[in-house]
């Protein structure tokens, strides 16, 4: 009975995509190439989806097998690695049955060969979701003091880290559908499938490394570190992992009033709104104040919730004081935008920008200053609290502030996946960049978050007014930005820290 069991375990993951593919065949088995082209994104988004489930499958049911008592694999070898290499080498081999069987199904259907290649490129990705389960599921359920192991021997809140693993699954499975949808309606289809390629390549890439960071070919010789202690002692990649995860939290809102659409859809316009924007405040305030403290453990081990507001500087100490130097920053920004804006352009006075009703006004009128709060203040909890006391850690505050303000910049290239137009994009990184230099000087010269939130605010909120303009070209429109929002914001605002914070910090904090 219990090999019948074992058999289940292989059978399924194989049988059910291909019952699903022979399915969806039936019905597009007489359409053209052109109508055969949408089916194969149909197939593509069901690839992303299903493959995750038949990684949980296989990992939640050969890892456990012995368990259950089977004898099938009753000849697997002691050594741990050994046994993480058979189960994981059979694990492959299913999926990839699994995976290319119905594939060769649809070669069936000469419209379908010209994508031959589009579902060997994809693999890869298929090939992430498995490894991730499965070095999860080790990492959670496998660690014992000084080795991992198979066997779930560390059980204490199973159920969570179980609903963790599920939950890590389907984020991942998000981002790539995501990624591919974006790529797809602002490229092209191989430009989405080369890309992709190339994330799940790198991925693995990875992945293989901390297998084999797992599972040593000589036991005891390198130090056993979990990967919460890994992104604390390599803080590069626990800033990397913090930043994919935020990106994706930005989509997380949309999954939780998913089901209170038609309620929602009743309600006026502004409210549904406004919902969205509370609803997405709170998300990633829940995603900063208590899941990268708590889960990731970052930026360092457990601490209490007092001591993690300590550790990033978000403190009430000086809180006038600190209050006015954000004031006076965001001041020295608008007027270098209002000198340069009519150097550039041409300034519009237009207070409906800022205050008037946000369905009719040329901004968001009053709206923006509830919309801000969400950058005003998780940008500045994440960039200059978590991510730069974690790398402090490990680098000077000189290297720290310049490496927290570049990726401040980079991070900004989000926004052509939104659909912002490059021509706004590119400047922004350059401009936004040098703008995270001046948050991340007040921060280190302060010791508080506060002037930098204070000074991200009213930029994000009041700059507005300032910023609505009109310029002759392209070309002047990017010189604005990168010199009136950019660079002579930075020098002054700058050389203004330096002036009015005490001079005791200067000692040890000067450029």
């Given amino acids: 009975t219990k090999d019948i069991q074992m058999l289940m375990f292989i059978f399924m993951p194989i049988v059910l995509p291909l019952i699903m593919v022979l399915t969806i065949t039936g019905v597009a088995s007489s359409e053209g190439v052109a109508e055969m082209a949408e089916d194969i994104m149909i197939f593509w988004s069901i690839i992303v989806i299903y493959f995750p489930i038949i990684a949980i499958m296989l990992v939640s049911s050969l890892l456990n097998v012995e368990d259950s008592g089977a004898s099938i694999l009753a000849s697997l070898p002691l050594n741990p690695r050994d046994q993480m290499k058979a189960k994981l080498i059979l694990m492959i081999g299913i999926q990839l049955i699994s995976y290319f069987l119905p594939v060769i199904v649809l070669l069936m259907n000469p419209a379908f060969v010209p994508f031959i290649g589009l579902f060997i490129a994809w693999y890869p990705i298929v090939l992430v979701f498995l490894m991730v389960m499965f070095q999860m599921k080790l990492r959670l359920l496998g660690r014992c003091k000084y080795k991992y192991v198979l066997e779930e021997v560390n059980i204490q809140h199973k159920v969570w880290k179980w609903v963790f693993l599920i939950s890590t699954q389907f984020l991942i499975c998000i981002g790539f559908i995501i990624i591919g949808s974006m790529l797809l309606v602002f490229f092209n289809i191989l430009v989405m499938t080369v890309t992709l390629l190339i994330i ?13 960071l797992m599972f040593p070919k000589e036991f005891g010789k390198r130090k056993m570190i979990g990967i919460r202690a890994t992104f604390r002692k390599h803080p590069l990649l626990g800033t990397m992992i913090l930043l994919i995860t935020y990106y994706c939290f930005f989509y997380i809102p949309e999954f939780v009033l998913l089901p209170f659409t038609l309620l929602i859809e ?25 899941i990268v403290p708590k889960g990731f453990r970052l930026p360092n081990d457990d601490e209490t919730f007092s001591d993690f507001t300590k550790s990033i500087r978000l403190t009430g100490r000086h809180l006038i004081r600190n209050i006015l130097i954000g004031v006076g920053v965001s001041l020295i920004v608008f007027l270098s935008v209002f000198i340069f804006g009519n150097i550039f352009g041409t300034h ?3 207070l409906d920008v800022i205050l008037g009703d946000p369905l009719t006004s040329p901004g968001y009128g009053w709206f923006i200053f509830i919309l801000m709060l969400i950058p005003g203040i998780w940008e500045e909890v994440s960039f200059r609290g978590v991510i730069t006391s974690l790398n402090q850690k490990r680098y000077s ?13 980079l991070f900004h290239l989000t926004n052509l996946i939104a659909g912002i137009p490059a021509i706004l994009v590119i400047p922004q990184v350059f401009y936004a960049g040098l703008l995270g230099f001046i948050f991340g000087y007040m921060v280190i010269r302060t010791n508080s978050l506060i002037p930098g939130i204070v000074a991200h605010y009213l930029i994000n909120s009041v700059g507005q007014f300032f910023l609505y303009i009109t310029v002759a070209d392209e070309i002047s429109l ?11 914001p930075a020098i002054f605002g700058c050389l203004f820290v330096w002036f009015v914070t005490p001079s005791k910090k200067r000692e040890t904090i000067d450029f």
């Fill in 200 to 212: 799940s390549l790198v991925s693995l890439s990875i992945l293989y490394v901390t297998l084999n």
């Fill in 266 to 290: 009743m309600l006026p316009i502004m409210a549904r709104i406004l919902i969205s924007v509370l609803v997405s405040f709170g998300i990633i305030g829940l995603f900063w104040l208590y």
């Fill in 348 to 350: 519009i006075w237009d």
């Fill in 397 to 409: 505050q000189k290297i720290t502030l310049v490496i927290v303000s570049v990726l401040f910049g």
């Fill in 478 to 488: 990017v010189l604005f930005l990168i010199i009136g929002l950019g660079i002579v």
